[in-house]
């Protein structure tokens, strides 16, 4: 089993609409949870960071962890076209760990 | 700020030769890099982690005689790939953890593709 498993997609949706992201993992020490966004030949770039359980919000994003589940999502309002690109999901345990990926969702925003 | 660049963004080598990658830190200090290799449509997968000033700790797979890291300076760290072949075509991408960083902070470069022919 790996240690994260995120679905690969393709997912494609509509200018506006509501993206959902989400990411299962199997480790219940992570106490880290990043989401970084991809875009293609180019390196991750993070988007939101989350401590242990809860909400975070930041703009039109909005990361949530549920440790009890050992599931976390990525969402995001009003879609726009420059948000196509693939979402990676990443934990660690601790700083200067090494971080658990996702394969990466890719999404495709339609104008 | 956070920036890390790396050099070359893109080569392409003979079967047989040696290829060596620099990830440099441009605004911070980086206790720690790391290097990952990233297959089409895959995600990115750990392949060693370096300390400045010591030797790198790889991962289970990964030929420490073939990927040869070198963390010389708090700013710099070199992946060579020794005798490359076809097999060790990929997107190779660093990243830099700031020194008292948080644990979400690791920095990415913008990935070197190496295709082998």
């Known amino acids: 089993q790996k240690e994260v498993e995120q679905d690969p997609g393709p997912l494609s949706v509509p200018e506006g609409a509501i993206v959902s992201l989400n990411c299962t993992y199997s480790?219940?020490?992570?106490?880290?949870f990043m989401w970084y966004r991809q875009y293609s030949r180019k390196g991750p770039e993070l988007l939101m960071y989350t401590y242990s359980s809860g909400n975070k919000e930041d703009g039109r994003f909005t990361a949530q962890v549920d440790k009890s589940s050992k599931y976390i999502s990525l969402f995001i309002r009003d879609s726009q076209p420059s948000d196509s690109a693939t979402y990676l999901c990443?934990?660690?345990?601790?700083?200067?760990?090494?971080?658990?990926f996702g394969t990466g969702t890719s999404l495709t925003v339609i104008p | 700020g956070a920036v890390v660049s790396q050099h070359p963004s893109w080569v392409i080598c003979k079967s047989g030769t040696s290829v060596k990658i620099e990830c440099r830190s441009l605004d911070f200090q980086a206790t720690t890099m790391f290097w990952y290799r990233q297959f089409p449509k895959q995600s990115l997968m750990l392949m060693a982690t370096s300390n400045e000033g010591s030797k790198a700790t790889y991962e289970q797979g990964v030929e420490k005689d073939k990927f040869l890291i070198n963390h010389a300076s708090l700013t710099l760290s070199t992946l060579t790939v020794t005798s490359a072949h076809p097999e060790d075509s990929s997107f190779y991408i660093c990243?830099?953890?700031?020194?008292?960083?948080?644990?979400?902070?690791?920095?990415f470069g913008p990935g070197t593709r190496l295709t082998v022919t």
């Open positions: 480790n219940s020490a992570f106490q880290y």
């Open positions: 990243s830099a953890e700031p020194v008292l960083a948080g644990a979400y902070e690791q920095y």
């Open positions: 990443a934990m660690s345990v601790d700083t200067g760990n090494q971080f658990y």
